[in-house]
């Protein structure tokens, strides 16, 4: 479905040959020296580095073990931010989850901000983009990018507002909140 990233990560930065997100600020800058680093989050799927205070940057699904060992070596905090879009695609998965699961989702949800009204106008503006969905697991931001970039042709022509709209939803909540 999509390309896989390309990058190596060097004693003091992570330099990207390619990133397979469309708008990400790393097609003007490709190297991410620790200036730019604010924090590592091996809580989502591909793991993942907050960057500018604004951007989630993935790595690449299969690659779990180099960031955090590249985290620890150069000081970088690891983000306690819960996962926030694991939980607005819960009704794509494949799977029912149980009431006090759902409730305690939510109430995470609204310790951000995102109470059951914001909840449902996000999830159906996902609905064209997760339909069909075979996933049971973990749906999580990655996957909303990968499926809109790749299902939608003309994404690449208007998707920089909803790129950036939906990293501001996914930093909800934690210290690198716009």
Known sequence: MTKENVYK??????????YSLFFSSLHKNNVLTLDRI????LNTSPH????????????NHNDTNSLESF????KIP?????????????DYLDTQLEEQ?????????????IDQSKFKVISKGLWWTMAGTMEWA???LWDVFAMKQYRNPLYRLYGKGYYWKLMAIGLKGSEYEN
């Open 101 to 113: 699961k759902i409730n305690e989702q939510n109430e995470k949800l609204n310790s951000i901000g």
């Open 38 to 41: 604010n924090a590592v989050d």
């Open 48 to 59: 993942s580095i907050i960057i500018d205070k604004r951007e989630i940057i993935f790595l």
């Open 78 to 90: 690891l983000s306690t931010h819960f996962d926030t879009w694991a939980i607005l695609t819960r």
């Open 71 to 74: 985290a620890v070596k150069n």
């Open 9 to 18: 990560i060097l004693d003091d930065k992570i330099e990207f040959g390619f």
């Open 138 to 140: 973990y749906l999580g």
